[in-house]
């Protein structure tokens, strides 16, 4: 039979596997590069943020007034204003290959997430 110390060492073998290998994927993996703008489940806009030469807002609302204002930057991505009432999105900052996080409106039921090369997402909130 194996022996309490012998299973900490495994155990402890295969915890530092692990974060090595998510450390392995989060700096070295190839990030995506392109932006998915998501309004109520629906893809509205989809912008290759390496292709981007000049800064340019796009308005999105609805028929019920909500409002946001995206602003495109090359390589970058942010929601610059908002009519919601607690301003996360705005809060949130830029999104860009190397702060992949997705940027959420919940009372507007807007995301804008980084995408991978095959399209599937880098950083979404499920």
């Known amino acids: 039979m194996i022996r309490t110390r012998t299973w900490i060492v495994i155990i402890a073998a295969l915890a530092v596997a692990a974060a090595g290998a998510i450390l392995l994927i989060r700096f070295f993996g190839a990030p995506g590069t392109t932006a998915e703008i998501v309004k109520g489940g629906e893809v509205l806009y989809t912008i290759d943020l390496d292709k ?26 942010c929601v610059s204003s908002a009519d919601c009432p607690d301003k996360i999105c705005v809060n949130t ?8 996080y997705p940027i959420i409106c919940m009372p507007h039921e807007l995301i804008i997430r980084i995408v991978g090369a095959e399209g599937e997402a880098d950083a979404e909130a499920g």
């Open 52 to 77: 981007v030469t000049t800064e340019y807002e796009i308005e999105i609302g609805d028929e019920d007034g909500d409002r946001n204002t995206v602003t495109v930057r090359p390589g970058m991505i």
């Open 93 to 100: 900052g830029w999104a860009s290959k190397n702060h992949p």
